[in-house]
């Protein structure tokens, strides 16, 4: 497995499986999940809503992924995780690893050999870049995959040069 940190557009990785950074009702909203269901379409959203009628009522859980189509993404399929709300006072880190880590089992399973994350919880989650990125390659290094290639695509520069500093001090030896 290769961990590749880039700057991008999560929506136009050519990768089998993209990973949104979802809300519990996985109707959209904003940041990732809404950049997701614009450019990926409505295929995505409909997918979404039976997913909701079904077996979602209440919606998804914080830390856990369900997958759908990628509609006209690049990609084949969206993996949706609801990332945690930051909080100093309540150690939510362990939900937080969970959505990368049933993000990347789920990937596995559908047989993709190539995954792009966002730095899920990082935006209006409020949870604190440097330690959102120790979270994401903390959990994608210790969960056991077949997937080959894992890219975590961040959104601007400065997120890209806090990420390979967590990265360098974190994992020197990749």
């Known amino acids: 497995m290769r961990i590749e940190l880039v700057t991008g ?52 859980a914080v830390g856990q992924a369900v997958v759908t189509t990628a509609g006209r993404l690049p990609a084949r399929w969206v993996i949706h995780t609801v990332g945690p709300v930051f909080s100093p006072d309540v150690d939510r880190g362990p939900l937080l690893r ?15 050999r190539s995954v792009a994350f966002p730095l899920i919880s990082s935006g209006v989650y409020r949870w604190p870049k440097d330690d959102a990125v120790l979270q994401a390659l903390t959990a ?35």
């Open 9 to 60: 557009d999560i929506t136009a990785e050519r990768v089998d499986a993209v990973v949104n950074a979802a809300n519990s009702s996985l109707l959209g909203g904003g940041g990732v999940d809404g950049a997701i269901h614009r450019r990926g379409g409505p295929a995505i959203l409909e997918e979404c809503r039976a997913l909701r009628a079904s077996q979602y009522g209440r919606g998804l």
């Open 98 to 112: 969970s959505c990368y880590t049933t993000s990347l089992t789920l990937a596995a399973g559908l047989g993709a």
């Open 140 to 174: 994608l290094h210790a969960e056991p995959t077949t997937v080959d290639l894992i890219r975590l695509v961040l959104f601007d520069e400065q997120t890209r040069q806090i990420a390979d500093q967590v990265y360098r001090t974190t994992f020197p030896n990749p």
